[in-house]
């Protein structure tokens, strides 16, 4: 299967499409429709140097797929994140295109 | 990994979804109390606490092993307490990281359990007195396992939890046959099979995360 010059894979989303915003998204799905996570506990558990989370979750916002809200735990300011409704579709529509990529006869039988 | 690799797209299809798969998977571990924090402290509380009770107040009021009177009950409480504060503490680390609808969930479902065993205490603390020693120490015990076993079945319906939903069904079960069974056995049957499950069900949920 070639890659890049693949039309179908080149269709795919260009906003997640990049290995790690396709991270940052796929960690923040878990989440339920209203939660957010702290900044923090997201960059642990995507192993991100805060610097290069903060350069991703921008590039996201700007694509409207995630809300980056900053607010205060008692005195301690704390950042939160969380997928929009749009991130979410985008995702699915991205997983989606994945397997349909690697399946193609059972999504023409859909 | 640099920000070069990180902007690079994947090639193949497969990896990509095994890497959406794996960051899924970290994040829900994150984000989930350690299942051994949030049951085996109660399961081990239930184990020890109970088989000492079983020992010194056994069927028909046998002493099968002669342990002062207070110690049972004390060993039980204190192990009780310390689950108490274990769990609290796991599930609200866990709430420290993550705001919305689940936290308040949680909080809603932990201040649940707190209310409805107060509730019941009071009620067991009036009515213990008038009762028989054996009898009082049943309603006691099959009163508490009775709850224990709604709000973890409420639990699983809350989140969706198969396991934690079937150990409800399963200490509620058990608790019915050990209260049929009468006074003492109520004791042996719960500590193993209801103390035993809980242990159980905690390491089959972190097998699960892992």
């Known amino acids: 299967m070639s890659e890049s010059t693949d039309p179908q894979i080149t269709e795919l989303d260009p906003v997640i499409h990049a290995q790690a915003r396709l991270r940052v998204v796929s960690a923040l799905s878990v989440l339920r429709d209203a939660d957010r996570?702290?900044?923090?506990?997201?960059?642990?558990?995507?192993?991100?140097?805060?610097?290069?989370?903060?350069?991703h979750l921008r590039k996201l916002e700007e694509a409207g797929y995630v809300e980056v809200t900053k607010t205060h735990h008692g005195r301690t300011p704390a950042t939160l994140v969380r997928l929009t409704?749009?991130?979410?579709?985008?995702?699915?529509?991205?997983?989606?295109?994945?397997?349909?990529?690697?399946?193609?006869?059972?999504?023409?039988d859909q | 990994m640099?920000?070069?690799?990180?902007?690079?797209?994947?090639?193949?299809?497969?990896?990509?979804?095994?890497?959406?798969?794996?960051?899924?998977?970290?994040?829900?571990?994150?984000?989930?109390?350690?299942?051994?924090?949030?049951?085996?402290?109660?399961?081990?509380?239930?184990?020890?606490?109970?088989t000492l009770i079983f020992l010194r107040y056994g069927p028909g009021g046998r002493i099968l092993v002669d342990?002062?009177?207070?110690?049972?009950?004390?060993?039980?409480?204190?192990?009780?307490?310390?689950?108490?504060?274990?769990?609290?503490?796991?599930?609200?680390?866990i709430s420290r990281h993550v705001s919305g609808p689940t936290s308040r969930q949680g909080?809603?479902?932990?201040?649940?359990?707190?209310?409805?065993?107060?509730?019941?205490?009071?009620?067991?603390?009036?009515l213990s007195n008038q009762l028989p020693e054996a009898e009082s120490g049943l309603l006691w015990a099959g009163g508490m396992v009775a709850l224990t076993g709604a709000l973890h079945m409420t639990g699983g319906?809350?989140?969706?939890?198969?396991?934690?939903?079937?150990?409800?069904?399963?200490?509620?079960?058990?608790?019915?046959?050990?209260?049929?069974v009468g006074t003492g056995w109520h004791s042996l049957i719960v500590a193993v099979a209801g103390g035993g499950g809980m242990i159980v069900a905690g390491t089959i949920g972190w097998l699960r995360l892992r």
């Open chain 1, 37 to 55: 996570i702290t900044f923090p506990r997201l960059q642990d558990s995507l192993r991100m140097s805060a610097g290069n989370l903060s350069v």
């Open chain 1, 85 to 108: 409704r749009r991130g979410r579709l985008a995702f699915d529509d991205y997983t989606a295109a994945l397997r349909a990529l690697l399946d193609p006869e059972r999504t023409e």
């Open chain 2, 2 to 50: 640099g920000t070069s690799d990180d902007d690079l797209p994947l090639g193949d299809p497969a990896e990509s979804l095994a890497l959406i798969e794996r960051e899924r998977a970290n994040l829900e571990r994150d984000i989930t109390p350690d299942p051994r924090l949030m049951l085996w402290p109660w399961g081990f509380a239930w184990l020890i606490g109970l």
């Open chain 2, 67 to 93: 342990l002062p009177g207070w110690l049972p009950l004390v060993t039980l409480m204190v192990l009780m307490i310390s689950a108490g504060i274990i769990t609290g503490t796991a599930g609200g680390r």
């Open chain 2, 107 to 126: 909080l809603y479902y932990g201040v649940t359990w707190s209310v409805a065993f107060s509730g019941l205490s009071v009620l067991f603390s009036r």
């Open chain 2, 157 to 180: 319906a809350l989140w969706n939890d198969r396991g934690l939903f079937f150990l409800g069904v399963w200490t509620s079960l058990i608790n019915v046959i050990g209260i049929l």
